[in-house]
């Protein structure tokens, strides 16, 4: 085997030498230092007088800052019920969508005639609006959870599947004939090759899929009838009544509940990750 190919090229351009503590500099940024949180809160001070201009204006649009504050700080049992119950939803949903593309991802990168008898129904039920289908799905399931989770699950589906299946199938040509000339068994290439080579691209997707989980959870009360709880259907209820400062709490609820999900996943790539290239640039 050539080993040439495991440096650097001899040809390769060197590093400049002015740019690269200045690259290292700004990736070693902490979290505290102004420049990496002082662009954010200026843009959410302009966000926020943004709207405070158009509630003073225009209080049938936007409620006042102040308001929606006051609601969530009065009624905190109430908006915590409520979200524990939309986050059941999505955890649920993600859980059961995400496993089972990951398993059929796998079945399809080692099968070929499964990946070409499955794709299509795939795609199909992606493209299908969900919305349409969900009041079948209360028929079907009647209307406690069931429906709800199983519309989570069709919306988080397809982004595992097909990030699964990318990163299953991006195997380096050159590794691949390394395990094959040790004479490595399909079982040994796909545990020791393949699975871990497609964990960044199932981290991405995870990174889309569980805050798009607090979406699919909130269609799912919005349009599953007999909804008694979840922030979903309190957002409807006062929309419904004009009480646009509980519309406003129960979306900053969703929001949070969004970011925790986005952050505690990229918390985890971070860990895990540290062998991947993407994470040595980001580090410096």
């Known amino acids: 085997m050539n080993t040439e190919v495991i440096g650097p090229s001899a040809t390769a351009t060197p590093p400049d030498p002015e740019r690269a503590p200045t690259e290292r500099r700004f990736r070693g940024r902490s979290v505290f230092h102004p420049f990496v949180w002082l ?10 007088a943004g709207w405070t201009a158009v509630a003073e204006a225009h209080p049938y649009i936007l409620p006042r800052l102040g308001e929606v504050g006051r609601t969530l700080l009065e009624n905190p049992a109430l908006f915590l019920g409520n979200a524990w119950a939309t986050l059941s939803i999505a ?16 079945l399809m990168s080692e099968v070929p005639v ?16 969900v919305v349409a289908i969900t009041p079948a799905l209360v028929v079907a399931f009647g209307f406690g959870m069931a429906p709800k989770v199983i519309v989570t699950a069709i919306i988080t589906f397809f982004p595992v599947l097909i990030n699964v299946t990318t990163g299953l199938s991006s195997v380096p040509p050159t590794v691949l004939q390394v395990f094959q000339t040790l004479n490595a ?19 991405a997707a995870l990174r889309v899929v569980l805050p798009l989980s607090v979406v699919g959870a909130v269609v ?15 957002i409807r209820n006062s929309a419904s009544t004009a009480r646009l400062d509980f519309v406003y709490a129960a979306v900053t609820c969703l929001a949070a509940m969004g970011l925790t999900m986005l952050a505690l996943v990229t918390a985890i790539e971070h860990r895990v990750l540290f062998w991947h ?3 040595r640039h980001s580090s410096g």
Do not use: D, H, K, Q
């Not at 795609?123 to 299908?128: I, M, R, S």
């Not at 068994?185 to 545990?191: A, C, I, Q």
């Not at 009360?221 to 309190?234: K, N």
């Open 39 to 48: 662009p954010t809160t200026v843009l959410l001070l302009i966000l926020g």
């Open 114 to 129: 499964v990946r070409r008898a499955l794709m299509p129904i795939a795609v199909v039920l992606n493209v299908t609006p």
């Open 185 to 203: 068994s399909r079982w040994e290439v796909l545990l020791r090759l393949r699975l871990p080579g497609s964990l960044p691209y199932t981290l």
């Open 277 to 279: 290239e993407s994470r």
């Open 91 to 106: 955890l649920t949903g993600v859980a059961v969508g995400a496993v089972s593309a990951f398993v059929l991802a796998v």
């Open 220 to 234: 799912a009360e919005f349009v599953a009838a007999g909804s008694s709880g979840g922030l979903g259907t309190m």
